[in-house]
């Protein structure tokens, strides 16, 4: 004679968060008796949002569960207790083997020390140096040999030249991080390395930027804002690399640069504005600086750069924008933007003498690239 074992009907226990607020879900095979027992507890609901049976997470709740079908069902909490999935931000790229990670890593965030000419007495101009009242920086800066407090402006202050920023640097060096106003135009070479790089951790054979390659770039009247993303690109390269030594990285193949910028492409995390300009970054260097011009870089499969509408604000979306301010500079600095079709550095750059109102004229000095860019024959201004 066969025997038939009879298992008892199983109740799941599952984490729910509703508004805010905890509650249990409980689940079960389709079963009447449950459905039925389920409706003579007074503690559970059914909801039509979740269409299922819930009740609140208290363990009052759960031990009546348990008294309600002892001997009639199984009451399984396993699932009321698994710690939540959490899902990243951003998609996961499934990299080759061997695929290079970040080369370059950040040191922790340090006080900034804002470094802008000063005049002082004797139409003297110093360099005054403001900062975030930070203990560490202000007792360096008290018993620096250089920098100087100034009774009347109230701040320190260290003379001119590009000699007393670099000394300057050295004594705030892993202290605070050292940054240029605009007003201060630095030709320096080595001195200008030396900022863009401070924030980068220096590890075990890491390879600073060749002054070479800043020089070349500086001698060729490129703008200051492609001579440091050249340099962060080069340096970028020149470190994924740093186990192999500098020596050796500049007698590279054209095949193991093209390794690299084939890697970045199929990490899928760079732009392809990115990956272009770290070609043309990593080309000038072993053309010009290292006269490798056998190195042409033909076979780098450079990115084509997707096509995609442009987003284009409506009439009412400008006007909310340009009334989101009450103050008039913002304001005309955000009319400037949208009617002028300026770059922010433009319309910061902007003097007095460079609006022409009794011609309507306005001059753009510093264009990109430059040149002179013509415009629409609707708005009135040139650049150079």
């Known amino acids: 004679m066969q025997q038939t074992y009879h298992t008892s009907p199983v109740l799941y226990l599952n ?32 909801s039509k949002t979740y269409k299922c049976f819930v009740m609140s997470h208290s363990p009052q709740s759960i031990e009546m569960t348990f008294g309600h079908f002892q001997g ?3 009451v399984n909490t396993r699932y009321l207790y698994r710690p939540k999935r959490l899902k ?24 900034v020390v804002k470094l802008q000419p000063m005049l002082v007495e004797e139409n003297k101009t110093v360099i005054s140096i403001a900062f975030r009242y930070s203990q560490q ?19 320190f202050a260290i003379p001119e030249g590009g000699q ?33 790089e401070q924030t980068y951790k220096k590890g075990p054979g890491y390879i600073t930027c060749p002054v070479d ?31 192999r030594g500098l020596e050796q990285v500049n007698a590279f193949s054209e095949e193991q640069i093209n390794c690299y910028h084939r890697q970045m492409v199929q990490a899928g995390a760079y732009s392809c504005s990115f990956v272009n300009q770290s070609i043309n970054a990593v080309k000038f260097y072993y053309q010009r600086v290292l006269g490798r ?24 979306e400008v006007a909310r924008i340009l009334s989101a ?21 433009e319309v910061i750059n902007l003097r007095i003498s460079d609006v022409q109102s009794e011609r309507n004229l306005l001059f753009i000095r510093g264009a990109r690239a430059k040149r002179t860019a013509p415009r629409c024959s609707r708005r009135s201004f040139w650049r150079t």
């Open 15 to 46: 984490a729910l968060e509703h508004e805010g607020k905890q509650f249990i879900r409980l689940w079960h095979k389709p079963n009447p008796f449950i459905v039925k027992r389920l409706k003579e507890a007074s503690w559970v609901k059914y």
């Open 72 to 74: 009639l069902a199984q």
């Open 88 to 111: 990243p931000s951003k998609l996961v790229p499934v990299l080759a083997a061997g695929q290079q990670g970040e080369p370059l890593r950040k040191l922790p965030d340090l006080p």
């Open 137 to 155: 920086v202000y007792e360096t800066l008290k018993y620096s040999r250089l920098a100087v407090w100034q009774r009347v402006q109230k701040c």
């Open 164 to 196: 007393h920023i670099q000394a300057q640097a050295e004594e705030l060096e892993g202290v605070g991080w050292l940054w240029l106003s605009q007003e201060l135009v630095v030709r320096d070479v080595v001195l200008l390395r030396r900022l863009w």
């Open 213 to 243: 390659y800043l020089e070349k770039l500086f001698l060729l009247n490129y703008s200051l804002n492609t001579i440091r993303t050249y340099h962060s690109l080069l340096l970028r390269f020149l470190n994924s690399h740093r186990d």
């Open 293 to 316: 011009h056998g190195v042409q870089l033909r076979n780098v499969e450079r990115p084509e750069k997707p096509e995609r509408l442009p987003t284009v604000l409506s009439k009412q």
């Open 325 to 345: 301010t009450d103050n008039i500079k913002h304001r005309c600095l955000l009319q400037l933007l949208y009617a002028g079709g300026l770059r922010i550095g």
